[in-house]
């Protein structure tokens, strides 16, 4: 059955396409929140729903994403498609949860661009951000139970969680937990006679310098550098960003730039779908589409480089302890994510009620999260616009 689950027969032909076009266009159409909410999303379609990954896949999925530069959500999204459908399904699967929101920010940045300023989201977004808290903390309860396989696994878990809380460099604490997993499995499988090694490299791609006039080759370069370089989150996007495109080419101001980020994260989709933003700005609909295939066409390479070796690293009792620790580690990250996203969304009763609903409802139902999501946006429109 595991076999079945993690890659049914017929990955990869054409009715499997087709169904990963429409479920990952519909994801790239409807998921709000940002990468915690958006992993949430696709564990509830692929892991519940659809019975085409294991929870214990969708965990290591997860934890390479973690380990490679760039958009974790996309990221995902692109392993989902290559474990699906092979080299084929890595292109559809990334491109369709890519295009529905590059989409929608390309038509705001036309209305930006021509008015100044952006159409009042607030009220249905009021809506949807509790909703969103509720069905990434019903993802974390039940990846939880999937990841912490031992005691030792829950301490890492804690430390991890601990690390983040005390203001520990996000990457530092992957790779540190995925260092010390690695550590217990190989001196495990030692005392069982079963050595297993691994190694990890994180290519570095290095932007171009000079400032000068705009042009659209050193936009893409500005764009691809950050899709190669980048961990974290919109945030550090911010940045990345504004140290290149304020500071030391002047293409942007600052106001704009927030504008940009602002329209990442209130759109569904990729927050790094900014660049599309940024790029109609700078260049119209050519910059637009030069900014979105640099900033994530990283994403592609190097999913599509680590994809073929995640099972034989699963096979290495060492391997399988670093991907062991990373799990964790990522679990924790979500986690920390979700307190502070949980402590903007919910301000007041109705929000408060409105996240306990939909998690009760998440819990005792099957509902597809995406009618909770769209149900949130209409309470949220009408209560409070």
């Known amino acids: 059955m ?26 790239g159409t409807t998921a709000f929140g940002g990468p915690a909410a958006h992993i949430a999303m696709m564990r509830e379609e692929f892991v519940e729903r659809r019975k085409w990954l294991t929870d214990a896949r969708f965990l290591d999925l997860i934890g390479a994403a973690n380990l490679i530069p760039g958009p974790n959500s996309t990221e995902v999204a692109i392993h989902v498609g290559h474990a699906r459908g092979g080299w084929r399904g890595l292109l559809v699967a990334g491109t369709c949860f890519i295009l529905p929101a590059a989409f929608l920010v390309w ?46 696994l829950g301490a890492l878990a804690g430390a991890s969680l601990l690390a983040v809380v005390l203001g520990v460099d996000e990457i530092a604490v992957l790779l540190l937990a995925g260092l010390v997993g690695g550590i ?48 974290g989150s919109g945030y550090v996007l911010l940045a990345f960003l504004r140290a290149d495109l304020v500071t030391r080419l002047g293409w942007l101001t600052e106001r704009q730039l927030l504008d940009a980020i602002a329209v990442g994260q209130v759109t569904p989709g990729p927050v790094f779908t900014t660049a599309t933003f940024i790029g109609y700005v700078l260049g119209g609909t050519r910059g637009s589409v030069i900014a979105t295939l640099g900033i994530f066409l990283p994403a592609f390479v190097y999913v599509a480089a680590s994809a073929p070796l995640l099972p034989r690293l699963r096979r290495s009792k060492t391997a399988a302890g670093v991907l062991d620790g990373v799990n964790v580690a990522s679990l924790a990250l979500m986690l920390a994510v979700t307190w502070h996203l949980a402590r903007a969304a919910i301000v007041d009763w109705p929000t408060g009620a409105l996240a306990v609903f939909s998690l009760v409802l998440l819990g005792l139902t099957r509902i597809n999260s995406v009618w909770l999501v769209l149900a949130g946006g209409l309470v949220g429109y009408a209560l409070w616009r």
């Open 2 to 27: 595991t076999a079945v689950a993690d890659r049914p027969p017929g990955a990869g032909e054409g009715p499997s396409l087709l169904a990963l076009a429409w479920v990952f266009l519909r994801l």
């Open 107 to 152: 038509a705001l940045a036309r209305v930006y661009v021509r008015y100044g300023s952006l159409p009042e989201a607030r009220s249905v977004l009021h809506g949807v951000t509790p909703v969103i808290i509720a069905i990434v903390v019903r993802a974390l309860w039940t990846l939880g139970h999937t990841a912490v396989k031992s005691a030792w």
């Open 184 to 231: 217990v499995a190989r001196g495990r499988a030692r005392a069982a006679r079963g050595l297993g090694a691994f190694g990890a490299a994180i290519p570095l791609a290095g932007g171009t310098g000079a400032a000068g006039a705009f042009a659209m080759a050193k936009l893409f370069l500005v764009f691809l550098k950050a899709g190669a370089l980048l961990f």
